[in-house]
Each structure stands twice: as C-alpha cells, then as structure tokens.
C-alpha cells in the first residue's frame, strides 16, 4: 500500500489508542507461554476469530540500498510456506476462507488473521507456516516485485503522495526514516531472495513479537497458539539500533507535477508515545486539526473559505522520532492563501492556546467516543497489538478515558504553546502544472 | 460539507462519483450472506407517516450506528443539474432555525459522537456513530434536518467551492478516476448512470440554492426516508423514540421515482484516455448486466459467483491466467455490484507490467472470457468461491456498521429485508450450469466498453528531479 495510506491508517491506529474507556467487552486476559505473550478478549457472540499480531521493527530496518525490502517481505509471507507453493497456500486461504494478511510500517511488521471459529486449527497452522517457513520463490517474488513496482509508479501519478514522500525525506535527512518504506524502482529491484530469508531469520523472533486474539476462542486455545509459534521462530533476533532523531525543518519546497489540485503536506516535530505530555497533545490536536467535522483547520479552510475539501493534523509519533503531520488538497492558485491559514493557525495557537470551551469538547469528543473503537473483532485485536507495541499497560484501556479528563487547560496551553511553532512547520506542497 | 472529511477514508470513498468501484472494494465486507442462518436478523416496523425503522441489535460495545437513508441520489437529478444530490448531502450540515450551521456536527461531537454522511446513484445516506443513550438526541437532529432546513445563496456557493474541490482531489487529480467517469458515459447509453455522482465541473457551478431547495423538499420526506439503528439497543427501546421523534413529521406526497432501464447495446464501443500524469497503464472492459432489481435473481447470484471465480483473489481465473507465472499483468480483477435500481455492469480490469502491450492483455482477457463462456469452469473453484462469499455473511456480523450498510443499501434500492437475509443460500444454490449460463448472457465482448489508459512514456521520476525549492509560494 502507499506510504500514505499507510501512514494514515496508523495514525488513526494511534489516535484510537489515544482514545478511551469502553465497555466490558474489553476484558482483556494476558495469556503467557512458551517466552510468548498475547492479549485475548473473548466474545463468543459470532463465530469469527480476528488475530493481529506485531514484530517491532519495521522498514526502517531496510539495508541502505534495499528500501522496500521489508515491505516485499510483507507481501511473500503467503506467497508459499513450508511444503505449499503458493498456488497451493492460496488455494488452502480460500478453501477455509481465511483472510490473512501482512504489513509494514517504518516501526513493526504486522499481521493481520480473519477466520471462522470452525477453522481456527488450519488457520492457525497456515499462519505459523508463513511466519516460520516461508518458501521465497522466484515466481512469486518476482509477481509481487512487479506489483509492487506498479504500486509505486501508481503512487507517482498523486501529488500528496509525493508530497510526503518529500517531505520525509526533508525532514528525516540521513535518517531510515527519511527512505521510502515501499522502496524505489531500483531498491526493490536489488533485493534477493537472501535478503529476503534474512529479513526473516533476524527480524521475525519471538523476543520482538506481540499478539492481540479477539472473538470465538478460549484462553487455551491461544495458549496453544503460543506454544506452536515458540517452537517454529527463533527465540531471539538481531536488529541494528536506529538513532534518535529530531525532525528538521526545512524551507517551503515545491515538487511541480501535473495536477488539477495541489496537495499541501507539513509537519512540525511532535511528541513519542511514551511523553508525559502526549496525551495533552491528543487534545490538543483535536481541537487544532483533529476528526470530524469541527477542528479549527476545517472550519477556517473550508467552512469559511471553501479553500479545500478536507484538511486534517495528526500527532505522528515514532519509536525514534514524532512528527505533528498534517495535510490537505487545494487549488493550484490558491495554495499561497490555504498555506497562509494554516501558518495562521498555527501561529494563533502558539500565543493563544485553547479555550475552556475547546478544550471541554474535545475532552468531550474524546472520551465519548473511545467506545466507538470497539464495534468489531479485527480493530480490538489491532488495538490489543498497538498498545503493546507502546508499551503503554494492559490496563490502558481502562484508563485511557481518565488520561484524557485529567488534561488541565494549564497542560494543553503548555504545550500549544511550548511545542507549536510556525517557524518550525516544514511545508511540501505538490502540484502547480 | 459532509460529509466526508479529509480521512474518513471509508465514508469518503462511499460518498460519490467512485460507486462502482468503491463498493467493488467494500463489497466482501458489505455484504450480507451465511449458511442457513439469518445474516443480521433485523426488525422493522413502518410509522403511520410512512417511515420505515430497521433495527438491528449488536452487542459488543455500548453504542449505536444511527443512519437516516434516502431513497434518491443522482440518478434522480433533474437534466442539466448534475452534482445535487451530492451538493445538497453536504449542505444538510448547513442549519435549520433551531440547529444553525455548524452545530448539527458539534453537538455530536460534543457527546462523543462521530457523523458523516456519503450520496450514491440511488440513494443519500446520513449517520452518527454514538453511545446508545444518545441515540434520541441525533434522531432529533435528523428529524429536524429532514424538514426544517435552511440555505443562504452564500452558504450555496461556498459549498460549491467545497465540492469542486473534492471532486478535484477525487477525479480530476486521478486519470484513471476521469476515465471511469467517461466509461460509464459511454457504457450507460440511456440510464442516469452515465452522469458521475459528484458531477460533472460545468454543471455542478451553476447550481442554484433554489434547485437545492426544490429537490430537498420534494424528496426529503418520511415516506421516502429509511432508519436504520444497528448496535447495543432493541426494537422496543426504539419504537416509542421514533414515534415520538420521527412520527410528528407530516407524511407528504410520495415521491415517484422513473426507472430508467438500458435499450440493448449493439455495439462494442472503445475509449482511450491520454494523460500525461499516467506512470502505470491500465485496461478494462465493461459490461451491462442486470442488477439484483432490475433482472433474475438467479442470474444475479449466479454473476455475483462468477464476478469471484473469475476476478477475486489470487486463486482466481483472471489472476491465474494474466498474473503467475510470468504472465502479462501485474494485477487483475473483477467486479460487480448488484444492489442498484437501475441496470448494473459487470467489469474486468488489469494492469500490464511494464513492457506489455494493452493488447496483449486485452487478448488474454478475452480467452478467459472465452472458455468462461465455453464451460471451461472448474465445479471445485466455483465451490471454493461460494465458500468465501457465504463466510463473508459471517464476518459482516463481526462489526456494527456492515449490517446497516447493507440493509440501509438494499432497502433504498426496492430490495427486501429477504434479500439481505436470504443472500447465504442464494449463493449456496447456485450451480456450475447457472454460472456459465451467466457467463454467456454477460459477458458479450461484442457489446461491451473497453477503456484503455496508456502510460505517458515519461520516465519515472523525471519531474520530480526538477521539483525546486522556494519559499515563495506564500
């Protein structure tokens, strides 16, 4: 997938986590075994079992030269295990309608698994084959380089994607998460089918994995799972460090491509997970440029002046930097002034922080609807697996909502206005011709 | 607005121009089916002013998918106003007397709610996803909206600006987006069809907020609206609030609704778009096909079966022929979507790898067609197929939004509850003959669309390198 969309889909992953209390239907159990941990909610309304799961290290782990390699990884996991090419792999997913799947992002490497109650046994032997035994054949390797090389040229027909890529690259200069996870033309092109086998062999260990079960299974059943996958990976790997870093900024850059409308990608350093103030920028960025129909950003771009369809800000945080990203899709001859509104804006946070009454709402908004988060197996197990990820507490959930009451003006001000600042948001804008 | 914000990417997608293609996406998760059992089992009674109430109980979270469907979209657009049914989707958001502009979102928010709402061919859907005891503030929301609304000509024109630039960001910044939009004026000779949702740019300038006004009354009515409330609630907890929300509102006129059916097309027909922006090529064919309203409904099941043997997955035939094995294409798929009024299409896409003709795939294709049309189906892909559609029905029931979806989808095109609920065995009943059979009374490449999207020829990353740095854009 593009490295939009991606970004995207984990931001919202992270602003889910951001968000609240819900329902005891989030009972989680902590099931340990075998060096192995994993987090079961069980609900044995429908017969359907979601699994995620997560390896921390992700694209960022690409060899200088090789970017894309963990994303190709991703996408050969089910192209053949074990004795099954994949054909035959394919053909076992669709004969028990099992849905499975795999993902990169610039942290972790994740998996996902849909399956009925009913097949839970082969679902999960298919599942343990890809991840342990996957068979990286020439064939499939080279259907998967080829699409994902389509993937890219696609990629290069839209301005916001370009747009960020640039800007990634800005503002992460000599940096891992400056290199596109989806590679270029020629990285993809240079990966092997060793590096490939290696990919795997270090980076899919149990030391890096955590697991989120939601649905129709027991706590034994998981166990078992456990149990099987501590016998098939390698119960350690090796990883090179990535080096802390503090996102650039950078002058206003231009990428002039041929487009009806052009796309205006920036960002700001932010906040980590793990930042006692992190919380307070959640709320913050809700009232600023957050979901829904009423953040600051979508009234003053494009309720009162019609200047672009959708306008949205993120904090975008990473295991070895954070971002505050924002983005939005305006006429090529009106980018100076929808620029100017968001510089604006930001500028009119920075000096003046919230309101009381902003701040209420957006508390409001948070915690009211954390709840909504939880409506189907596949986004609470994909929870289960982020909040491991952050480290953050299999109490988390629980306390999410109080974290977010517990937000003072005083705590939201500090950081409107110590941490937002006009001078440091890099602009990219795509577009122009 | 409306809907649609920036990222609600699911609604967004939903909302508009990219029907066909967008529920192509969603379809698996959309859609209905399940062995012998019902799929959602939803209840639903009729208020005396017409409305009819769908609820749909789901226990996992505290909260309700509240959603007021429409029985109009842009197929019953006035000649020459293309785009309002969409435009008026968004200016719904804009205020009545005693909700003014803006704060239909905010109190939702404010409760802890999230609202959107997304318009089609047939039908214009709102939604508020919110915890269940909120569930009779945003019907008085709705009901309030559903009659009161009120328009100023600069809110009009504002909103224009709004939606060309959605339909920028949606079409005009995506070749393969502004192809679909010709192929389907070229597909559909007759049909409504043929005009894009969002609309077409000349037309959607020059609506007016009389135009708006006169479609919202005429259509905006109980009788012609569907309510849908899936989630943590039961019938008996939703009757006396929608009689005592919705059933004060007058029952009005009934709208009637033309359906515009297809004359049978005589000829293939060929469209190419040139566009400078294309890096990766793409080719498709189309075909006219009934849809679940207009045609049989064993025909319907049974081209629903073949939409997935042929183009669904990587065990699919289109995918085994033109993909593995060094084959011409870097994907390859197909679609079709019954739940629509009016005449539905089936359709076969791939993308060439680099150094591939579309004529190359072009023929490849056409020898699937081929021995699709001659029988040449295996019984074991066309059982595993049937397989994964029936699971489908299962996982639908994993999530709170699917059932409304779908109900709220099938109801607004003429189709009964049965439809949806009964969909698992229609699909179980189809037999190898019927899919064949279907086989050969659609897919007829002597009167389809083909649609052809070349590549520029410009090297990758050739602009991108002239891309230059300045900081005076401002």
């Known amino acids: 997938m593009s490295g939009l969309l991606r970004t995207l889909s984990l931001l919202i992953g992270l602003l889910f986590i951001g968000a609240g209390p819900a329902a005891a239907a989030t009972d989680i159990q902590r099931i340990v075994s075998g060096g192995l941990e994993a987090w079961l909610v069980e609900d044995h309304a429908t017969p359907v079992i979601s699994l995620s799961l997560a390896f921390r290290g992700g694209a960022a782990l690409d060899p200088p030269g090789k970017e894309g390699l963990a994303q190709l990884a991703s996408s050969m996991l089910d192209e053949g295990a074990g004795d099954l090419d994949s054909q035959a792999f394919q053909r076992r997913l669709d004969d028990l309608a099992v849905e499975l799947g795999f993902e990169v992002d610039r942290d972790a490497f994740y998996g996902h698994l849909r399956t009925l109650a009913e097949n839970r046994d082969e679902a999960f032997s298919l599942l343990r084959l890809a991840l342990s035994r996957p068979r990286f054949d020439a064939e499939p390797m080279e259907r998967m380089r080829n699409q994902l090389q389509a993937g890219l040229r696609r990629a290069e027909e839209d301005p916001r994607t370009r747009a960020q890529r640039r800007l990634f690259a800005a503002v992460f200069p000599e940096h891992p998460y400056g290199r596109p996870v989806e590679g270029t033309h020629d990285s993809l092109a240079a990966v092997t089918a060793d590096d490939l086998r290696g990919f795997a062999a270090r980076h899919l260990s149990g030391d890096a994995l955590v697991l989120g079960v939601v649905g129709d299974i027991t706590a034994a059943d998981v166990k078992a799972l456990l149990d099987a996958l501590a016998r098939d990976l390698p119960v350690a790997g090796t990883r090179p460090a990535i080096a802390d870093i503090t996102a650039a900024v950078v002058p206003e850059t231009v990428v002039t491509m041929p487009a009806r409308q052009a796309a205006v990608v920036f960002a700001q350093p932010g906040l980590k997970r793990n930042d006692p103030d992190f919380i307070a920028l959640t709320v913050v960025n809700q009232v600023l440029g957050g979901s829904g129909l009423t953040a600051r950003l979508f009234e003053e771009v494009r309720e009162k002046r019609g200047l672009a369809y959708g306008i949205y800000t993120t904090p975008l945080p990473f295991d070895h930097s954070a971002l505050i990203l924002g983005a939005a899709g305006t006429a090529n001859e009106r980018v100076g002034e929808t620029v100017a509104v968001i510089r604006d804006e930001w500028r009119r946070l920075a000096r003046e922080g919230l309101t009381e009454t902003e701040l209420a709402d957006a508390k409001r908004y948070l915690t009211g609807s954390y709840p909504l988060r939880f409506t189907a197996s596949g986004s609470i197990a994909e929870m289960l697996v982020a909040i491991q990820l952050e480290r953050l507490g299999v109490d988390y959930i629980s306390r999410r909502n109080s974290l977010i009451e517990a937000v003072t003006l005083a705590d939201a001000n500090r950081v409107a206005t110590r941490l937002f600042d006009p001078d440091r948001l890099s602009v990219v804008i795509a577009g122009g011709l | ?474």
């Open chain 2, 1 to 474: 607005m409306t809907a649609n914000s920036s990222h609600g990417a699911p609604v967004g997608l939903r909302a508009g121009y990219a029907l066909m293609f967008a529920v192509a996406l969603l379809w698996p998760l959309v859609r209905p089916p399940a062995a012998h059992a019902a799929v959602f089992s939803p209840e639903t009674f009729t208020l005396a002013n017409g409305l009819q109430v769908v609820v749909i109980p789901n226990r996992r979270a505290p909260v309700v998918s509240h959603m007021v469907w429409y029985k109009v979209g842009a197929a019953d657009e006035p000649a020459g106003q293309s785009g309002l049914a969409h435009l008026l989707e968004h200016l719904m958001f804009k205020g009545t007397p005693t909700v003014p502009d803006g704060a239909f979102s905010q109190q939702v928010a404010r409760n802890g709610g999230e609202d959107n709402a997304f318009t089609s061919y047939d039908y214009t859907a709102y939604f508020q996803n919110i915890a269940k005891d909120r569930l009779g503030l945003v019907m008085e929301l709705e009901a309030d909206r559903m009659r009161n609304l009120t328009l100023s000509d600069a809110q009009v024109a504002g909103e224009i600006n709004v939606v060309l630039e959605e339909r920028h960001q949606r079409v005009d910044n995506n070749p393969a987006a502004l192809l679909g939009e010709r192929t389907s004026a070229l597909l559909f000779l007759n049909s409504p069809y043929r005009r894009p949702v969002i609309g077409w740019e000349h037309e959607v300038r020059g609506l007016t907020r009389s135009q708006v006004l006169a479609f919202y009354r005429h259509w905006y009515q109980p009788g012609n609206a569907i309510v849908v409330v899936a989630g943590d609630v039961s019938v008996d907890e939703v009757r006396p609030l929608a009689e005592r929300i919705y059933g004060v509102i007058p029952a009005a006129v009934a709208a009637e609704r033309p359906l515009i059916d297809e004359p049978s097309p005589l000829t293939a027909r060929r469209l190419r778009l040139e566009d400078p922006r294309v890096a990766q090529p793409a080719w498709s064919r189309h075909y006219l096909a009934p849809s679940a309203r207009s045609g049989d409904g064993r025909q319907v099941a049974a081209l629903e079966v073949l939409a997935a043997v042929l183009g669904d997955g990587a065990t699919s035939r289109l995918y085994r022929s033109l993909v593995v094995d060094g084959g011409p294409a870097v994907s390859a798929a197909a679609m079709y979507d019954p739940t629509l009024r009016g005449p539905s299409r089936f359709t076969i896409s791939a993308s060439p790898r680099p150094d591939v003709a579309l004529s190359t795939i072009e023929a490849a294709v056409e020898a699937v067609v081929r021995s699709a049309r001659d029988g040449d189906l295996a019984a074991e892909d066309i059982e595993r197929a049937k397989r994964r559609l029936i699971a489908e029905a299962v996982y639908a029931r994993d999530s709170l939004s699917h059932g409304a979806q779908a109900l709220g989808e099938a109801l607004s095109v003429g189709l009964p509850i049965a439809y949806v609920e009964e969909w698992p065995q229609a699909i179980a009943a189809v037999s190898r003959d019927e899919v064949i059979a279907a086989a050969r009374a659609v897919l007829d490449d002597a009167h389809a669309v083909t649609a052809l999207l070349p590549a520029s020829g410009r090297e990758d990353g050739e602009r991108d390198q002239a891309a230059r740095t300045t900081g005076a854009v401002q």
